[in-house]
C-alpha cells in the first residue's frame, strides 16, 4: 500500500521523512485498488500535493504540471496567461540541467502574483502544490540546480477537470461549453457538447443534472443553470427544425470492421455515435418503431417533445449510423445471427419492464391496474396518434416515489381525471425523484400520501375499487443509506380509487436471450459484465446501460455507452482493453475523496431558471412546459461560471 512520505493538502501536513519505520497512517487504498500492479508515486493536485515514493522526480513532475496548466489556460487574463509561461519555462530550464538560482526567485515570486490574480480557478489553484513543494522540499531544487544535467522524468496521467466535470457520468466540459455560450459562440459550444455527448437537446431537457448539485456557485448563491444552457446551445443550432439535417454528410468509413447494437436509448445511442465518427460501420436494432427507448417511450411530451428525439437521432443517422425499427432480437434475429454476422455487438436494452408491489390482490390483474412503464409507453406511443384510450375512472392513485411515478402522476393530470394522488413509504426527503419534479406535481394539484404503503386492492366484478395502505414510521438506515420504513401496526384505512399505478420499479426482459446463445445475468436481473470493459460472457458481446447497472438517470446509461465505445473499439483493433486514461483518473479522484476547498468569491447573482407556462394552462395538454433562455438570459447565465478548472496529475512507476 503506497503511504505518503511527504505530502500537504490544504493546511494539512504530513511529514514522514524522518520516521525509520512504521510510517504515520496516511494512504489511499481504493486508489491503490484501481491502479493494481502499477504502483502510486506521486500525486498532484490543486490544493497540494502527495509523495509515496522517495525517489519520484520531484522537479520534473512539477514541470510537466505546470506546462499542463499553461495549456489549459483560455488567455483572458494576462496572469495566467503569460505568468504560467514563465513559470513553465523557468521550470523546464532547471529540470534540463541549465537552471539558476535566479529561476527560483523567479518562479515564486511569479507563482505567487498567478494564484494572487489571476480570473478563475485554474489560475487561483495552479501554483499551490509548487509552492508548497518549495517550501518543503527546497533540497530537490538545489540538487538539480547544482547537478547542472537533465532531472529525472516519470510517468504521468494529466488531466484537466473541475467538479462539475467529475461529477457527470459522461465527463462533459461543462465550464468550455458554457465559456462558448459567454462569447456567443453558440455553434462551439454544440461542438463541445457533442465531444462526450450526442444528445444535448434531451439532456438539456431532462437530465437529472448532478453537475449543478456540485456547482461552487451553488456556494455563493446558487448554482449555474448548466442543463438549461446545454438546452440553449442545441436549440440555438437546430431550432427543433429537422430540415437542417439535411446539410450533414455521413462520415467516412475507416475500418472493415461492423459493430451491431441492440437498443436505440441513450446507452446503445451514444455507443453507436462515438464508434461511427471513429470509423466504424454501426448498425442498431431497435424493437420499437421510433428511437429514444425510454427517453421517448417513458418519458412524457411536457418534459420532452418528439421532435426533439428526431432532431437528435437524425443528427447521428445522417453522419452514417444505421437504423432498424421494429426489429426484437430474440423474436426477428436471434443474438448469435448478429454475433456471426457483426464483429462486436453492444446489448443496450433498456427497463421497460415493471416489478411488482407485492400487495395482495396484484396478481390477479383487475381492470383498472396498470404498471407506470405500461401506462406511460402505451401513452406515449397512443396518444399523439389520438388512439390512447386511459384506464376508466375519477381517482387515480400512483405507487411510488421516484420520477416515472412522477411522470404518471402529472400524466394523469392531464389526462383529465379528477384526482390523482400519490403514496410513497418513506418522507419526501427520501424521494428519489427529482425536487422540480415533485415541485411541479403539487403546484398540478397531484395529492401525496407521505409514510403510506398499500397491502392489498380492494377489488370488486374484477375491476378495482380501491386500495387498502398502512401507515410507516422510518427505522434504521438500509443498504441505500435512507432510513428503512417500518409499519405502524393498527394504522389500515382505506384509499377508495379506481385506478392504481404501480410505479415503483423497472426491469429488463432478456427474453432475447432464450436461444441457445446464453449471456450470463446477474441476481439482480442485470447483465453480467467485465467492470472495466464491459465485456459479457460471451466474447465479443458487451453491454451497457439499465440492461448493466439496472434503471438509472439517461446521463448514466450515455456514460456508460461512452465507456462500451471505448472497449469495442480496443477490442476490434486487438488492444488490450481497460477502462480510457480519464475514466481512470476521474475514479482515482473519487477514491482519494480529497477534501473540498471554500469558494473566495463575491456571490449575489441568482441563476435564471426557464420559465413556465402557467399551471392552468399547462395541465390541459402534453405540450413543453418550459420556454427556452433568451440570448441575453444565456449569456448572463454564463458569466456566472466560476471556470473551476483545475489540474490532476498521478505519477506512476509504468
Not at 163 to 192: Q, T
Not at 581 to 602: T, Y
Request: hydrophobic fraction near 40%; charge should be neutral; glycine fraction near 8%.
Amino acid at each position: 500500500m503506497a503511504k505518503v512520505i511527504i505530502g500537504s493538502w490544504q493546511d494539512k501536513l504530513i511529514d514522514n521523512r524522518n520516521v525509520t519505520e512504521n510510517l504515520i497512517e496516511n494512504s489511499f487504498p481504493e486508489a491503490d485498488k484501481l491502479l493494481k500492479e502499477n504502483r502510486l508515486r506521486a500525486f498532484i493536485g490543486w490544493d497540494g500535493f502527495f509523495i509515496f515514493d522517495p525517489e519520484a522526480p520531484v522537479v520534473d513532475m512539477l514541470r510537466a504540471y505546470v506546462q499542463k496548466v499553461q495549456e489549459e489556460s483560455c488567455g483572458y487574463c494576462t496572469p495566467c496567461r503569460v505568468g504560467t509561461k514563465v513559470v513553465a519555462d523557468r521550470l523546464a530550464a532547471i529540470a534540463n540541467g541549465f537552471g539558476s538560482e535566479r529561476d527560483l526567485e523567479e518562479i515564486r515570486k511569479t507563482a505567487v502574483v498567478v494564484r494572487d490574480t489571476s480570473m478563475c480557478e485554474l489560475g487561483h489553484t495552479s501554483m499551490n502544490a509548487l509552492l508548497k513543494v518549495m517550501d518543503l522540499m527546497p533540497e530537490v531544487f538545489a540538487k538539480a540546480i547544482l547537478d547542472r544535467r537533465p532531472v529525472e522524468k516519470g510517468v504521468y496521467h494529466l488531466l484537466a477537470t473541475a467538479p462539475c466535470i467529475e461529477a457527470c457520468p459522461a465527463h462533459l466540459d461543462v465550464p468550455r461549453y458554457i465559456d462558448a455560450i459567454r462569447s456567443g459562440n453558440y455553434h462551439e459550444s454544440l461542438e463541445i457538447i457533442s465531444r462526450r455527448n450526442p444528445l444535448a437537446g434531451i439532456c438539456g431537457r431532462i437530465c437529472v443534472k448532478p453537475c449543478e448539485s456540485v456547482c461552487r456557485r451553488g456556494e455563493l448563491d446558487e448554482p449555474v443553470s448548466i442543463r438549461s444552457l446545454k438546452r440553449f446551445a442545441s436549440d440555438q443550432v437546430y431550432s427543433k427544425a429537422i430540415t437542417r439535417l439535411t446539410s450533414i454528410k455521413p462520415l467516412p468509413l475507416t475500418s472493415e470492421k461492423r459493430v451491431a447494437v441492440i437498443g436505440a436509448g441513450p446507452a446503445g445511442v451514444t455507443a453507436a455515435f462515438f464508434l461511427r465518427r471513429n470509423g466504424y460501420g454501426v448498425k442498431v436494432f431497435e424493437a420499437l418503431k421510433e428511437p429514444g427507448g425510454m427517453s421517448a417511450v417513458g418519458i412524457p411530451d411536457y418534459r420532452l417533445p418528439r421532435d426533439i428525439i428526431a432532431t437528435e437521432i437524425g443528427r447521428i443517422a445522417a453522419e452514417g449510423v444505421e437504423f432498424q425499427y421494429g426489429v426484437r432480437v430474440g423474436r426477428d434475429v436471434s443474438l448469435r445471427k448478429l454475433r456471426s454476422d457483426y464483429d462486436a455487438v453492444l446489448i443496450a436494452i433498456g427497463a421497460h419492464g415493471s416489478k411488482s408491489v407485492g400487495m395482495e390482490g396484484e396478481d390477479l390483474n383487475p381492470s383498472g391496474l396498470i404498471a407506470g412503464v405500461s401506462f406511460l409507453r402505451d401513452m406515449n406511443t397512443l396518444y399523439p396518434q389520438g388512439k390512447f384510450v386511459p384506464p376508466k375512472g375519477r381517482h387515480v392513485v400512483i405507487v411510488g416515489g421516484g420520477n416515472v411515478a412522477m411522470d404518471c402522476a402529472r400524466s394523469a393530470i392531464r389526462l383529465g381525471y379528477e384526482k390523482v394522488s400519490v403514496v410513497y413509504r418513506r418522507t419526501e426527503n427520501e424521494m428519489p425523484a427529482n425536487h422540480e419534479e415533485i415541485r411541479d406535481a403539487k403546484l398540478e394539484d397531484v395529492n401525496f400520501h407521505f409514510l403510506t404503503h398499500p397491502i392489498r386492492l380492494e377489488i370488486k366484478n374484477k375491476k378495482v375499487t380501491g386500495l387498502t395502505c398502512i401507515k410507516m414510521e422510518l427505522g434504521e438506515p438500509d443498504a441505500s443509506g435512507r432510513r428503512r420504513p417500518v409499519e405502524v401496526k393498527g394504522s389500515e384505512f382505506l384509499l377508495k380509487c379506481d385506478v392504481v399505478i404501480p410505479a415503483i420499479g423497472q426491469a429488463t426482459d432478456f427474453a432475447l436471450f432464450a436461444d441457445d446463445f446464453p449471456v450470463k445475468t446477474t441476481r439482480w436481473g442485470t447483465i453480467e459484465t467485465d467492470e472495466e470493459t464491459l465485456m459479457s460472457s460471451q466474447d465479443g458481446v458487451f453491454a451497457a446501460g439499465d440492461c448493466v447497472s439496472g434503471p438509472k438517470a439517461l446521463i448514466d446509461a450515455m456514460g456508460q455507452g461512452i465507456h462500451a465505445a471505448h472497449s469495442i473499439e480496443m477490442y476490434l483493433r486487438g488492444e488490450k482493453m481497460g477502462l480510457p486514461e480519464n475514466e481512470l483518473i476521474f475514479r482515482l479522484l473519487k477514491a482519494m475523496d480529497l477534501p473540498k476547498s471554500p469558494v473566495d468569491r463575491i456571490g449575489g447573482q441568482l441563476r435564471c431558471d426557464l420559465v413556465q407556462r402557467p399551471v392552468k394552462e399547462r395541465v390541459k395538454d402534453f405540450d413543453e412546459i418550459e420556454s427556452e433562455c433568451t440570448p441575453e438570459e444565456a449569456i448572463h447565465e454564463a458569466d456566472r461560471c466560476l471556470r473551476c478548472y483545475r489540474i490532476a496529475m498521478f505519477v506512476t512507476e509504468e
